[in-house]
């Protein structure tokens, strides 16, 4: 169990996917991603979400993501923040998303 402040000191916000490249570089399939946090500005992310997601369906997409982890190197690129989804048991990960589109940067409590 985490308490309360525990849970506050994760930043959840909302970001829309600028760009998303191909990854070859990577060991699992995954996609490089640019997004646009608003104010909280562009942060870059290597997401593994290509069984259910091609580049062209993820360009304007609205997500959630943690935007204050440390940044984590993978293999040549720099991943800057963690986008979320939900893991089905086949691995397919769902991309989260708020039910409306909502201003870029706004905190997920």
Known sequence: MINWNDFEKVEIRTGTILKAE???EARKPAWKLTID???YGMKQSSAQ???LYTKDQLT???IVAVVNFPPK???PFESEC?????????????LLQ?????KNG???A
């Not at 986008?83 to 691995?91: F, K, P, Q, S, T």
């Not at 708020?98 to 909502?102: A, F, I, L, Q, S």
């Open 82 to 94: 963690l986008v979320l989804g939900a893991i089905a048991d086949n691995g397919e990960v769902t």
């Open 98 to 102: 708020t039910e409306r589109n909502v």
């Open 60 to 62: 304007g997409k609205q």
């Open 37 to 39: 946090f608003g104010e």
């Open 49 to 51: 979400i290509t069984d």
């Open 106 to 108: 706004l905190r997920i």
């Open 73 to 75: 190197r993978i293999g």
């Open 22 to 24: 191909d990854f070859p």
